[in-house]
């Protein structure tokens, strides 16, 4: 950190910083969070963000359920997760400080908003005390700033009432951020214009409250010194700010564009994957269209239609929703018909935490449906990943005609990071490659169509959308006969079409890039395997096990059915394979019964990401372990980590 | 895929050219035959494509008959045909879409979709083979089985008040719906012509006996001998009348009911004038209501024909003003729409 000095206050260098908007669900905390990322992105920081908030839209007023949070991480270098810990929090009123303080290092920087410390929201928060007055902060550096009265205050000539002036304060929280941390202001500012150039008052009033936050950095004799924090040395190209709930809607977008399909969207509103629905039903100009179902059923069954009549069909959801869409999905395990669903995981079962992200369906993803019913599963590893994912999933569906399911979670969903923009040329193509004409002659000598030949290489069957005269063909769940796709009860019958399903799954292997192990000394002896959102948190964690000096792989799956080729003869090279992951311990279990491997299974489910640290205390065991001799088949044991739990069995 | 077919005059076909080369394996006598018949010999007189004719189903006796109809098919899953239809519809509006459901299938487990593909007007042709059983799993009493009904599944006689199917499609809002049954091909056929020519969905009702499981159900008023005092004629802009001499017909009560009456008691200018395409599907709906089933006179042919606009026409029209506002949707401008930044 390097120290320059300004006119009044010190001004320093920071490479990093994780600041944490806190508030009331009603206080706009994501609003102020996001607008921070976007003047952090322009700026070319690297960054990271993580919403954290309650399910219900308007949780009781000033109490811990209500807090709502937005976390964002900035840095001159690139990163890999939200933080562990935030280095600032802003604390709207009592219950956001007490819900977030605990996460805080010694040392943090709090800024409270102090007109809501009065002695009936205290009480309310859970506190017996004042925390402000009660010495409990002393750890940290604590800026008492009345928010709420200067931004009531700078809007009283406006005609803005008290009440409605209030309602600014996030604002307010914004430009002493935007100070503190030297961001430009002409960005947010624009924004304002923008956004409420149809409600004149309350853009007056967000708009003063936004300068006076600055100005109040700026001129109250409180801070000793403010920040800044330099552009991350990213590889060139243009770059956009981007979570993963919209990169994943631009990419089947992608997918319908690189393939000629046109994009039909059958969904039913669900948390936290309608922001998808969201982003499609405003592209129509792609030719998406989007139907808002009457229930999830409904959604995937539409999907469904628009597949066999020729479309790139979609279905998107999250865990409950996945449970009523099975037997659809298994309708299209038989129909041999492209469709992706994709499943935003949250924590289960049941409703279970809506708002939190888990990655706990997994096996139901690859199993969940009864019969033999095989389709390959693809996973997300961060936010602008998403978009890669989803074009991967509709490369798949169409070119293997089968239904694919996409995985991603609550915390890539409404995580951003920045995102190096692709080369829309250089994407994959997609080629439907629809059936045009007969391919059987039948005992007479006549053309026909028969919807179950397979193409000798993917297995595939043809697509035959209607339109077509001489492919009329009729296809359903009852078994079909191989070939000629006829209601077939022959047993000898059903057992060559399930292997043949079975055998077309997982011959996909051989289209998919080999893992990537990422061990740059090659002298690793633990690998560490991890798949989904868990990526940036075990990125992390095994960079900080190297600055130690140690060597240790990390390689993380997309594919996690079939699994790519190679990805056994990856698990044989070392000596200790960890699989961190949010769940009981389910991609563990898969490796273990397809490799006998022994790997170790290192879980968390609290709805929150792991935390490097964690990890580097997960990942430094198993070194240890090695390094003492004991990795190896066999032996059973249970290791508690400190947010976490290490199974061996 | 649809240009190729332009080109080409709309061949002429016979029944034989919509049938497939499957054998149809309903019980013998079963009313789904007649009902097949009558499809396959309306569909050349419809001046259709073969190749843009669909038939969707779910689960049920009534849902094997995609693989009899020498058009592209699906047999799908237990009640999801109209939700699976109305995405096929939406994105293929030069089809022709049939689904084929039962009174289980359309009325108990689809029934959700059954309503929302009514009420969004989906285009869309519904045909609901109506036996009043559960024929498929060896006969269960179904949501239309009248009250008391003794089957295997309810040995003491079912509690269940029925669904009025018509009244429950009238009440969905479905701006297409009619009534026939199984022994009248003729009157079948029109009001599948009907149907198909209405834009949007269409509902049609068909009595249909399963002679294995609920034998005789419709017996009393599809019967020949019957017919004639049983089934009430509706004709749009005609006097609402019938029985082997017109003697009998329908009017307004004081209280605003509707009443089957002798003609040559209230005079033939009393007589409800029948009216399909009235805005207000009130009267439809209490000609739903005339018999409370198949005991009583019932109306046949077309409750409700009104014009209101389509999904996936609709559908359409909002990608193509969208195009118009702002041009082809650009992948590397949608890429580039939020803020963006150059390094390096
Ligand atoms: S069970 Fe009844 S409805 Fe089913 S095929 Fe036999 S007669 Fe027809």
Same mark, same amino acid.
């Given at each position: 950190m390097a120290d320059t000095t300004t006119n009044e206050h010190q001004h320093q260098l920071l490479d990093r910083v994780v600041i944490r908007f806190a508030g %009331?669900?009603?206080?706009g905390m994501q609003l102020a969070g996001d607008r921070f990322t976007t003047s952090s992105a322009v700026l070319g920081n690297d960054l990271a963000t993580f919403p954290d908030f309650p399910a219900?839209?308007?949780?009781?007023?000033?109490?811990l359920a209500g807090v709502s949070a937005f976390q964002v991480h900035i840095s001159d270098h690139d990163i890999l !997760?939200?933080?562990?810990?935030?280095? *600032?929090l802003v604390a709207m009123n009592p219950a956001a400080l007490r819900a977030n303080v605990a996460t805080l290092p010694p040392g943090a920087i709090v800024i409270v908003n102090?007109?809501?410390?009065?002695e009936r929201a205290v009480a309310k928060a859970g506190?017996?005390?004042n925390p402000l007055t009660d010495g409990?902060?002393?750890?940290y550096t604590v800026y008492e700033v009345p928010m709420t009265s200067i931004t009531t205050e700078v809007s009283k %000539?406006?005609? *803005?009432k008290p009440r409605d002036a209030e309602r600014s304060k996030n604002f307010f929280a914004l430009g002493l951020i935007s100070w503190l941390y030297t961001r430009p202001i002409e960005p947010t500012i624009a924004w304002i214009e923008a956004r409420y150039h149809d409600k004149p008052l309350v853009k007056e009033a967000n708009h003063r409250a936004f300068k006076a936050g600055y100005h109040f950095g700026e001129t109250?004799?409180?801070?000793?010194s403010s920040y800044e924090v330099r552009p991350a040395a990213l590889e060139p190209g243009v770059y956009t700010n981007v979570t993963g709930n919209t990169a994943l809607a631009w990419g089947l977008i992608a997918a319908s564009v690189r393939s000629g399909l046109p994009l039909f969207l059958g969904t039913y509103p669900i948390t936290p994957a309608s922001d998808i629905l969201h982003e499609l039903s405003k592209?129509?100009?792609?030719?998406v269209r989007t139907f808002q179902a009457e229930d999830e059923i409904a959604g995937v069954g539409a999907a469904l239609g628009a597949a066999f009549g020729g479309a790139l069909g979609v279905t998107t959801t999250s865990g409950p929703g996945l449970d009523l869409k099975s037997e659809t999905i298994g309708l299209a395990v038989s129909l041999e018909l492209p469709l992706v669903v994709v499943d935003i995981q949250r924590g289960g079962?049941?409703?279970?935490?809506?708002t939190k992200a888990e990655q706990a369906d997994l096996l139901h993803a690859i199993?969940?449906?009864?019969?033999e019913a095989p389709l390959p599963v693809v996973a997300a590893k961060t936010p602008s990943h998403c978009f890669d994912a989803a074009l991967e999933a509709a490369r798949i569906a169409v070119r293997y005609r089968t239904p694919v399911i996409l995985l991603s979670d609550g915390y890539l969903a409404n995580g951003a990071e920045p995102w190096r923009l692709p080369d829309v040329d250089g994407l994959v193509t997609i080629d439907p490659d629809f059936a045009t004409e007969p391919n059987h002659v039948d005992e007479e000598g006549n053309a026909s169509f028969w919807?179950? *030949?397979? @193409?000798?290489? !993917?297995?595939a069957r043809p697509w035959a959308p209607p339109g077509?005269?001489?492919l009329e063909h009729r296809i359903g769940g009852l078994e079909k006969a @191989?070939?000629?796709?006829?209601v077939s009860y022959d047993g000898a019958n059903h057992e060559r079409m399930t292997r043949l399903r079975a055998a077309r799954i997982a011959g996909i292997a051989h289209d998919l890039p080999p893992v990537d192990v990422d061990?740059? @000394?090659?002298?690793?002896?633990v690998l560490v395997l991890g798949w989904g959102s868990t990526y940036g948190a075990i990125a992390a964690g095994v960079r900080r096990v190297r600055a130690l000096g140690h060597s240790v792989a990390h390689a993380h799956l997309v594919?996690?059915?079939?699994?790519? !080729?190679?990805l056994g003869e990856v698990l044989a090279r070392y000596r200790a394979v960890l699989v961190p992951e949010v769940n009981l311990g389910q991609l563990s279990r898969l490796v273990r019964a397809e490799y006998l491997v022994d790997a170790i299974s290192f879980t968390q489910l609290q709805g929150v990401p792991f935390r490097a640290a964690a990890l580097e205390a997960a990942i430094l065991g198993q070194v240890e372990r090695v390094r003492a001799g004991a990795?190896?088949?066999g032996g059973t044991d249970e290791v508690e980590g400190d947010n976490g739990k290490v199974v061996r069995s | 895929m649809t240009e190729v077919a332009d080109a080409v005059p709309v061949p002429v076909t016979t029944r034989k050219d919509w049938s497939s080369d499957q054998e149809v394996r309903w019980c013998?006598? =079963?009313?789904d035959y007649s009902i097949l018949a009558a499809v396959q010999m309306l569909l050349p007189e419809l001046g259709v494509r073969r190749e843009r004719t669909v038939f969707l189903s779910g689960i049920? =006796? #009534? #849902?094997?008959?995609p693989y009899y109809m020498n058009t592209y098919g699906m047999h799908s899953i237990h009640g999801r045909a109209p939700a699976i239809a109305t995405g096929l519809a939406a994105t293929r509006p030069d089809l022709d879409v049939w689904v084929v459901s039962g009174d289980g299938d359309a009325l108990s487990i689809g029934g959700n979709h059954l309503v929302h593909a009514l009420r969004r007007n989906i285009n869309i042709t519904i045909l609901l083979f109506n /036996?009043?059983?559960?024929?498929?799993?060896?006969g269960q009493y179904s949501p239309t089985s009248e009250v008391a009904k003794v089957t295997k599944s309810t040995p003491f006689g079912s509690l269940e008040q029925p669904f009025n199917p018509l009244s429950l499609a009238l009440g969905a809002e479905a701006t297409f719906v009619a009534r026939t049954h199984d022994m009248d091909r003729k009157h079948m056929m029109e009001v599948l012509r009907r149907a198909h020519d209405h834009r949007g969905a269409s509902f049609v009702e068909i009595y249909q /006996? =399963? /002679?294995?499981? /609920?034998? &005789? &159900?419709?017996e009393g008023i599809t019967g020949k001998d019957n017919r004639a005092e049983m089934l009430i004629p509706l004709v749009d802009g005609e006097p609402i009348r019938f029985g082997a001499e017109g003697q009998h017909g329908v009017v307004m009560s004081d209280d605003g009911s509707l009443a089957v009456v002798d003609v040559a008691d209230v005079?033939?200018?009393a007589l409800l004038v029948h009216d399909e395409?009235?805005?207000?599907?009130a009267l439809a709906f209490q000609l739903s209501r005339l018999?409370?089933?198949?005991v009583e006179p019932t109306p046949i042919g077309v409750f409700r024909d009104v014009e209101r606009p389509e999904y996936g026409a609709q559908m359409a029209e909002q990608i193509d003003a969208a195009v118009a506002r702002r041009g082809s949707g650009d992948l590397a401008a949608l890429l580039r729409s939020g803020s963006t930044w150059q390094v390096g």
């Open positions: %009331d669900s009603g206080d219900e839209i308007r949780a009781p007023a000033g109490t !997760t939200p933080g562990d810990a935030p280095n *600032v102090v007109d809501a410390f009065d506190y017996a005390t409990s902060l002393s750890a %000539d406006a005609g *803005v109250a004799e409180l801070f000793e592209q129509k100009h792609f030719g079962p049941s409703t279970g935490l809506p199993y969940g449906r009864h019969g919807p179950y *030949v397979r @193409d000798e290489e !993917t297995l077509i005269a001489g @191989d070939g000629a796709g006829n061990d740059p @000394d090659g002298d690793a002896e594919h996690l059915n079939p699994f790519p !080729t190679n990795a190896g088949p | 013998p006598g =079963c009313g049920g =006796c #009534a #849902a094997r008959f /036996n009043q059983i559960y024929g498929l799993t060896k /006996n =399963c /002679n294995v499981f /609920n034998d &005789a &159900a419709f005079g033939e200018d395409h009235h805005d207000n599907p018999s409370h089933g198949p």
